[in-house]
Nanobody, 124 residues
Framework: QVRLVESGGGLVQAGGSLRLSCAVY????????MGWFRQAPGKEREFVAS????????NYAESQKGRFSISRDNAKNTMYLQMNSLKPEDTAVYYC?????????????????WGQGTQVTVSS
């Protein structure tokens, strides 16, 4: 059984930074494409960033380019999302997801495993 556990969310002022972590238990993390998604109240879940099994393929949603950075440590079975210059519109529950395919994309339906989410709140 594969389990994903996010951490690192919290309350931060606009312009601040947070680093989210996603620890993966079970399965073979180093084979998985991984992604971050977020969902704000009343909105659909949206793609934030994805990273392939060896970090050779990285993608960001347009609104996150230059502010967010996705990374992974296969030795620690952990993925990260460094978020800088946070804005109030970044407020959402952030989810990590694992795709059994080595290269993952922007479509949440292609992901096989999901974490429970971590709340990020950015105050103005």
């Amino acid at each position: 059984q594969v389990r994903l556990v996010e951490s690192g969310g919290g309350l931060v002022q606009a312009g601040g930074s947070l680093r989210l972590s996603c620890a993966v238990y079970g399965g073979t993390f180093s084979n998985y494409g991984m992604g971050w998604f977020r969902q704000a109240p009343g909105k659909e879940r949206e793609f934030v960033a994805s990273i392939s099994w060896n970090a050779g393929n990285i993608n960001y949603a347009e609104s996150q380019k230059g502010r967010f950075s996705i990374s992974r440590d296969n030795a620690k079975n952990t993925m990260y999302l460094q978020m800088n210059s946070l804005k109030p519109e970044d407020t959402a529950v952030y989810y990590c997801a694992a795709d059994k395919a080595p290269v993952s994309g922007i479509d949440p339906l292609t992901y096989d495993y999901w974490g429970q989410g971590t709340q990020v709140t950015v105050s103005s």
